[in-house]
């Protein structure tokens, strides 16, 4: 039986999800079989015309109401507000649901979409997996290990752009990630799901306290900012407190914008007793570099060494990640309790700058 795979949303991050279907097999016999709807008609038939080999569905609800088979999947490829609507009734459906990020709009819907798949005896994946399981990241996990930077005392994660604002220099034809009540948030929706999830693959959290967080949205003088009444925070800034599985905390130093006035600037660093850890967590051209900084006779030394990835794209890895866990292999999706878990810590930062009161989110099961 050929591997069925449905695609709701025919947008543009759908696009990539076909081209990577499309890679996953060397000839078009082997190819998945690939189903798409859209509420949008044009957009369904645009989709159709540039992916010939996906299948148009008219409506949702004929899709799904097709007899599933045992490992079925349905991508959730549209705007936040409908993520967990349509992940529910695709659980529900007897199919599995790999979901774009952010998983979810707030921690309530999210908590839903994980009882679901619980009911449904289904998984629940998120494509914030996009710069999982690289190379660069098992370094700097087995150096922890191994204890060569001794107890860990400080982690900060910045990541500042001066102009990346999607829907308005990236992207701007996607107006709706501007919306709060469309895309949920702004840069900490968009991205906060790929920092969070690195994050906690690196140090691998079972609680996370938020002891106090801000957002902003500079201003500017770009015209669709001026033209758009944008509701979303452009620029966040958080103090977390990691508590890991050996009993140690570790604070979190978390920053992350897409508009700023301030010096554009990415630092990726852990500090312990013994040493420090700096990494290129993104790779975005297939290598990135790990510099472990320590000290050698009372001198500060350093250790820079560049590490490949494996030829699997970004863009890519949900699916392929995907399809991994549900047959049951070893795979760095992030699925179920964990990506339930990863989300909730974006809520609660949300939540905490918002009430001003700390929050606290904790791994189910541990």
């Known amino acids: 039986m050929k591997q069925r795979i449905y695609i709701v ?33 044009s957009a369904l038939a645009a989709f159709a015309e540039k992916y010939p080999w996906a299948v148009p569905v008219e409506h949702l609800d004929t899709m799904l109401d097709e007899p599933a088979e045992e490992n079925d999947i349905v991508i959730v490829a549209t705007p936040p507000l409908t993520h967990a609507e349509i992940s529910c009734r695709a659980l529900r459906s007897g199919r599995h649901v790999l979901c774009e990020k952010p998983l979810a709009m707030n921690k309530e819907e999210a908590a839903l979409m994980l009882i679901t798949a619980r009911e449904a005896g289904k998984m629940l994946g998120c494509c914030s997996s996009r710069f999982a399981g690289l190379e660069i990241t098992a370094g700097v996990k087995e150096l922890l290990e191994q204890g060569r930077i001794g107890e860990l005392y400080q982690v900060q994660w910045i990541q500042r752009r001066k102009r990346a604002r999607t ?16 895309s949920g948030g702004g840069t ?21 306290e938020v002891l106090h967080a801000w957002t902003t949205n500079p201003e500017t003088n770009h015209p669709h900012a001026v ?12 103090l977390l407190r990691f508590h890991l599985a050996d009993g140690s905390i570790v604070p979190v130093h978390y920053e992350r914008a897409a508009c700023c006035h301030g010096s554009e600037r990415s630092l990726t660093e852990i500090e312990g007793t013994a040493g420090a850890l700096q990494w290129d967590w993104l790779c975005f051209d297939g290598s990135g570099e790990l510099v472990h900084h320590y000290d050698m006779n009372g001198d500060p030394a350093k250790n820079r060494s560049t590490i490949s990835n494996e030829g699997l794209g970004m863009m890519d890895k949900p699916i392929v990640y995907f399809l991994r866990a549900i047959s049951g292999q070893h795979s760095p999706a992030i699925v179920n309790e964990q990506a339930v878990f990863n989300f909730s810590i974006l809520a609660a930062i949300y939540d905490c700058a918002h009430s001003g009161e700390g929050q606290v989110v904790a791994m189910e099961g541990i």
Request: charged share 20%; net charge negative; glycine share 8%.
């Open 9 to 41: 949303g025919a947008g543009a991050i759908a696009g990539y999800h076909a081209e990577a279907i499309a890679r996953l097999t060397e000839t078009e016999s082997e190819r998945a079989l690939l189903y798409v709807t859209d509420v949008n008609p």
């Open 167 to 182: 829907g308005i220099e990236y992207q701007p034809t996607s107006r709706w990630f501007l919306n709060r009540a469309i």
């Open 188 to 208: 900490l929706m968009d991205w906060g799901p790929y920092d969070i999830a690195s994050l906690t693959e690196v140090l691998q959290p079972q609680k996370v």
């Open 227 to 238: 033209e758009i009444q944008s509701d979303v925070e452009q620029h966040v800034g958080a």
